[in-house]
């Protein structure tokens, strides 16, 4: 249950902090994120594996590189805290990532002409592009939860995600259509031309938004002090603890998959390389109308049913561990199965829990004793990080095992995708825990909806 706040006449005034429109513009920044990212987590995985003929680890261990160097998200999330120039970061990072997105789709050239050189670039730009996402994306959380009104805040998370989703499933659409007949050169341009249009937007994007007022409603909690201080209070939290292992385990679910879904659909399908960006594209699709379908019954109905973000957050696991179930016997029936349903399906699932758990990020990011927004959310950020850098991992030394074992890309591939839906299933049995603390923790209903959070 959740305890109302009550109406006083300062709740009357005009709702102080970003409008609707300044957080639509905050998630064109974060829809361009995502659109580099697709290009070098999908695309150029797919290229290695196939026309490269490398071996399926050697991407995951790439994208493992980017995610470990993110577990500095905390410390970046604490200097935008403490410091004054958001802005810098967010525009500095998405313009490290652009660049060395573009430099990663250069290595294709390196590695048909030496192996070792092609390996050694690689590592080096898939550690910038870490860097890159992790001061732009946590900076720009940061400035979305400090200066976006506790009532917005859940509303926010959906309208930024959902735009994220909507620049990658663009991306995927466009640069499949412009990539076949693939060559080299036509990857190492798309992925320039991307890079350089969604750093434009942008900046025109987030200018001004930095010098609108900070929130003053939070009057009653202390400023961030040390960086150890902060993590302290984050640890010390049962709530954030609980939601840090969730998100650390249905992302871990969820990233697995990843890597190899490309690769699956050409050794298996017979895809071409634009054909599997296309159904990254679809799967990215359903993310967004899952998302899009929790927004909506929150709206309408969260307040007379107060756990209904609760229920995405565990049918979401649940259903994303049907379709994986689903998706590991379709490789006994390759190449006849619908993939492209079974795909969205499972977008969609995945759409309905990331929401409802990145809507539950966006307010107990404020509900500390501290103004600490950002550490917190850096935290959070870490946790995906470390899973989707295992997942990739993980996911390709499966696949990589089954099929030097087995012989069998098959069975391979059986086997990753079962171990995903055991992983959601778990997910949901953890997911079922979180709000329960919260009938014992006012904080949290401090300045934010009744339905913003889930409950019991």
């Known amino acids: 249950m959740f305890r109302r706040v009550a109406h006083h006449p ?37 290229v290695m594996v196939v026309e490269l003929s490398l071996a399926a680890i050697i991407p995951g261990l790439l994208v ?56 050694a670039a690689a590592i080096a730009a ?11 994306g946590t900076s720009l959380l940061a400035l979305m939860a400090a200066k976006t009104a506790p009532e917005r805040r859940a509303s926010a998370a959906t309208i930024t995600w959902m735009l994220m989703i909507a620049g990658i499933v663009v991306t995927s659409i466009v640069t499949g259509i412009n990539l076949d007949p693939y060559t080299h050169v036509r990857l190492v341009a798309v992925t320039a031309i991307t890079g350089l249009v969604v750093l434009s937007i942008s900046a025109l994007a987030i200018a001004g938004i930095e010098q609108q007022p900070t929130l003053i409603s939070d009057q009653d909690r202390k400023k961030s002090g040390s960086f150890k201080e902060s993590i302290g209070e984050v640890w010390n939290d049962p709530e954030a603890r609980l939601l840090t292992l969730f998100i650390f385990m249905s992302m871990l679910a969820y990233s697995t998959q990843d890597l190899i879904l490309e690769p699956y659909a050409g050794l298996l399908f017979g895809m071409t390389p634009g054909e599997t960006t296309k159904l990254s594209g679809t799967q990215h699709g359903g993310v967004f109308f899952g998302m899009a379908l929790v927004g909506i019954a929150g709206g309408l109905f969260s307040k007379r049913k107060p756990g209904l973000i609760k229920f995405f957050i565990v049918s979401g ?51 500390g004793k501290t103004s600490n927004e950002g550490v917190r959310m850096g935290v959070w950020g870490a946790a995906q990080a470390v899973s989707f850098g295992l997942g990739g991992v993980g996911g390709t030394i499966v696949l990589t095992l089954g099929r030097w074992s087995t ?50």
């Open 317 to 367: 696991c649940l259903g994303s561990g049907v379709a994986l179930a689903f998706l590991s016997i379709s490789a006994s029936f390759a190449p006849a199965w619908p993939l492209e349903a079974n795909i969205f399906a499972l977008g969609f699932m995945n759409g309905a829990f990331a929401v409802a758990a990145v809507g539950t990020m966006m307010v107990l990011a404020a509900a």
């Open 64 to 119: 493992g590189i980017h995610y470990a160097v993110q577990l500095s998200r905390p410390l970046w999330g604490h200097r935008s805290d403490v410091g004054r120039s958001r802005t810098r970061w967010i525009l500095g990072g998405l313009a490290l990532l652009a660049v060395s997105g573009t430099a990663a789709a250069g290595t294709t050239f390196l590695f048909e002409a030496s192996y070792a050189l092609g390996l």
């Open 126 to 136: 898939y550690t910038l592009i870490g860097i890159g996402i992790g001061a732009s």
């Open 407 to 456: 012989g069998n890309d098959a069975t391979a591939f059986t086997l990753v995708f079962a171990l995903e839906a055991v992983l959601f299933l778990m997910s949901a049995l953890v997911a079922l825990r979180i709000g329960v603390r919260q009938a014992h923790r006012p904080e949290i209903n401090r300045g934010t909806s009744p339905a913003a959070v889930p409950a019991e």
């Open 10 to 46: 300062a709740s009357q005034q005009k709702v102080q902090g970003l409008s609707w429109f300044a957080i639509v513009r905050l998630g064109l920044v974060q829809a361009s994120l995502g659109s580099i990212v697709v290009l070098t987590n999908s695309t150029l995985n797919r």
